[in-house]
C-alpha cells in the first residue's frame, strides 16, 4: 500500500474515533434533561395531593365555622326565651332552636367524612412522596452515571486527539487539506479501498483509467463520482 494512503488511514481511523466520541458527548446534556424529566411526574403527583389536602382542610374549617355560627345563634335563642313570657313565642323559638341543632347534627356528620377523608389524602400524599423520594433515588443514579460518563469520554477524547495531533505531524503536508476537506464533507470518510472495481464510498465503479492508476498506486487517486481518495483493496 503507497506510504501515505497507510498514514491517511490511521489518521482516518483516529479522525472517526473522535466523531463517535463527540456523538456520544453531544448526547448526555439531552440524557441528563431526559433523566430530569422523569421527576415530572412524580412531583406533580406530590402537588395534587398537597392540594387536595389543603381544600380539604378548608372544607373542615368552614364546616366548623358553620357549626360555631348555628351554636352562637341557638345560645341566642335560648336566652330569648328564657326572657320571653309569650308560650307562642317561647314555642316558636323552641322549633328554630330544634332547626339550628338538626342543622349542627348535619355539619357534625360532614365533618367527621371529611376527616376521614383527610387521613385517606394524607395517606395518598405519603405514597406520593415516597414515589418522588424513589425516583429522585433513580434519577441521581442516573445523573452521576452520566457525569462519569461525560469524564471518560472527555480523557478519550483528549487521549484519541494528542494520537492524532502526532498521526496529523506524520502524514504527507500536500494531501492533507484534500483529505481534511472529504473527511468533513464525506461524512467521515475521507479514504476508501476499490473493491471488484467499485469505489466503497458511494458504490459506484470506477472508470478504467481511474481503475487504472488504483492498480499502480498513483498517489492521490480520487474516485470520479465522490472524490473520494481511493486506493487498491484487492491488493494484501
Ligand atoms: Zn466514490
Known sequence: ????????????????RLRVLADDLAKIPKDEARAGDRLA????????????????????KKV?????????????????QFETRKNDEFQA???????????????????????????????????????LAQTRKLVDEDLANLAQRKQRLEADT??????????????????????????KTKNGLAVVPVTAGKCTGCHMK?????????????????CESCGRLVYDGDAS
Do not use: C, F, W
Not at 406530590?46 to 382542610?57: G, L, P, T
Not at 358553620?66 to 335560648?78: G, H, N, S
Not at 470506477?206 to 480520487?222: I, P, Y
Open 1 to 16: 500500500m503507497i506510504p501515505s494512503i497507510q498514514a491517511l488511514l490511521v489518521l482516518q481511523d483516529r479522525d472517526r
Open 206 to 222: 470506477l472508470v478504467a483509467s481511474t481503475l487504472v492508476k488504483v492498480h499502480s498506486q498513483v498517489e492521490g487517486t480520487q
Open 93 to 131: 323559638l323552641g322549633h328554630e332552636i330544634t332547626r339550628y341543632e338538626k342543622d349542627i347534627d348535619g355539619l357534625e356528620t360532614r365533618e367527621l367524612e371529611l376527616m376521614e377523608k383527610a387521613d385517606d389524602l394524607r395517606g395518598t400524599l405519603q405514597r406520593a412522596e415516597a414515589a
Open 64 to 80: 366548623e365555622m358553620d357549626t360555631a355560627t348555628r351554636r352562637t345563634t341557638i345560645q341566642r335563642l335560648k336566652t330569648q
Open 41 to 60: 411526574g412524580d412531583t406533580r403527583a406530590v402537588q395534587v395531593a398537597k392540594d387536595a389536602m389543603m381544600a380539604n382542610e378548608i372544607e373542615i
Open 158 to 183: 483528549l487521549e484519541v486527539q494528542a494520537e492524532r495531533n502526532q498521526l496529523a505531524a506524520a502524514a504527507p503536508a500536500s494531501m492533507l487539506p484534500l483529505y481534511e476537506r472529504l473527511l
